[in-house]
């Protein structure tokens, strides 16, 4: 199921609002695969902040440059055209001056015939321009030959013949642009747009329509969340999900402590500190979780002596890698390393382990989804709400089920029941000593593999 649909994971719906997000979010895209095409200073990127404050337009802007864009859900005559690009001229004149500003209307859906004429017009000039000798003369002879005719409201208001009809023009041409979008951003057409950018930014292959769902819905609901606040946010802040599919977070954490001289790199004891305090945190939660473990498995260990350990349903190996729990990786085999449970932890400021995924998926688009619902949780100690800010650097992974308190030993028989490799070995008496080594094969299990929603 797609997530572009009302229907696709954690309801989203792709109304009029998300389709005015979606747009903008593509029109980030093809600024940033743009400068990478041109080779910009990534510094300039960097600087680059995107707001929602002006109203309904979001304004994407640099210390020099500035991106005033509006988004329309509905069909826009020649007329309607030229009145808002007068009404971004007067919202641009309450703005900071920049060095360079645009204006960008951009359509969603079907554009009359018209206004698409006006649109290629549009780049046209700007092609011209980069070549014209008289740039100011160049202008006003495309405003003479792209003037609109202003509609009579009535038929009894309609010109008398020889009359010059009323006409309007677009102010500024040469700083204006219509971008039209016909394909909504729950289509395949859309995902197929975004993929390519998603390329040309970041060179990579891998991009399948579960990643490319998964990072665009994450940059649009980032986008929407700014937007009902009024808020700003910078350009990384968008395409972080695309950042971290070639930097992992603890490269990236790593970096962030380091800021690169001329000489070389000088060590921020602030960041430093706060990654050692996160760090911190985290050594404390895998130790508590590990203690809860152990507490969990108290209660089995006298029967693995008495009967010996259940065996790895994967390698047939005693499933005893921490044998007792008495280790901070939790329940494991010590041959292979299968785990029959992983859960992803968030360590909160009071060394408490907060569950954020259980059992999670190992395909990241899926895993994407899995964290961004439980990244909005709180600390069931303190109440405590997880630091966004932080999140990356104090999550971990622990080979245990969470809560552990409610795991037995049972859970590991029923499985090897369910695979039909469960085969007690008893003495002459008729006590169950052992089980047998019996095992499905790491060949066999990966064919089981399956995600958090179903067989794959």
């Known amino acids: 199921m797609s997530n572009f649909t009302p229907d696709g994971t954690g309801g989203f719906i792709a109304s009029k609002i998300d389709e005015q997000d979606g747009v903008a979010v593509r029109l980030i895209l093809e600024i940033l695969a743009e400068m990478v095409a041109k080779e910009v200073d990534p510094s300039v990127i960097g600087t680059m902040r995107i707001s929602c404050e002006v109203g309904d337009d979001i304004m994407i802007f640099d210390d020099d440059h500035l991106r005033l864009i509006s988004v329309k859900n509905s069909a826009l005559t020649p007329r309607q055209v030229v009145e808002e690009s007068m009404r971004l001229t007067a919202r641009l004149s309450s703005l900071q001056p920049r060095a360079a500003t645009l204006r960008v209307l951009c359509i969603v859906g079907e554009t009359p015939i018209e206004t698409s004429k006006m649109s290629s017009s549009l780049d046209d000039l700007r092609r011209v321009l980069s070549s014209a000798v008289d740039e100011g003369k160049t202008v006003a002879d495309w ?91 910078s350009i990384s802040d968008v395409t972080r999900l695309l950042r971290e599919v070639v930097l992992p977070p603890r490269v990236q954490a790593e970096l962030s402590a380091h800021r690169l001289t001329k000489y070389g790199y000088s060590i921020d004891p602030r960041v430093a500190k706060t990654l050692e305090e996160d760090f911190s945190h985290v050594r404390t939660a895998s130790k508590r979780a590990a203690k809860r473990m152990r507490h969990a498995l108290r209660g089995g260990l006298l029967a693995d002596l008495l009967r010996g350990p259940v065996r790895c349903i994967e390698c047939g190996h005693p499933l ?98 369910d695979a039909g490799l469960h085969q007690p070995i008893k003495d002459d008496a008729g006590r169950v000593v052992d089980f047998s080594p019996n095992a499905l094969g790491k060949e066999a299990m990966h064919e089981l593999a399956v995600d958090r929603r179903g067989d794959r």
């Not at 930014?201 to 490319?212: E, G």
């Not at 360590?347 to 382990?353: D, F, K, L, R, S």
């Not at 619902?373 to 999550?395: N, V």
Request: with cysteine; proline share 6%.
């Open 143 to 233: 405003q003479a030959a792209n003037q609109v005719v202003v509609q009579r409201e009535t038929k009894a208001k309609r010109d008398r013949p020889g009359k010059p009809k009323r006409t309007v023009q677009i102010d500024g041409p040469e700083t204006f642009m219509i971008k039209s979008f016909t394909h909504r951003m729950d289509t395949e057409q859309t995902k197929a747009d975004v993929s390519r950018l998603f390329r040309k930014i970041i060179p990579l292959t891998d991009f399948s329509d579960q990643r490319v769902d998964a990072i665009y819905r994450d940059m649009v609901a980032t986008l929407g969340e700014t937007r009902r606040a009024r808020g700003t946010l």
């Open 320 to 417: 005893t890698a921490n044998f007792g729990g008495f280790g901070s990786r939790g329940l494991a085999c010590s041959s292979c390393g299968f785990a029959p449970f992983l859960s992803i932890l968030y360590a909160c400021v009071c060394g408490e382990p907060c569950l954020v995924v259980d059992q999670p998926s190992t395909v990241q688009a899926e895993l994407m989804i899995e964290i961004r619902q439980g990244a909005t949780g709180s600390c069931p100690a303190c109440s405590e709400q997880f630091d966004q800010t932080r999140f990356a650097q104090r999550t971990f992974v622990a080979a245990m089920p969470w809560p552990p308190e409610q795991f037995t030993h049972q859970v590991l028989i029923d499985a090897r029941i």
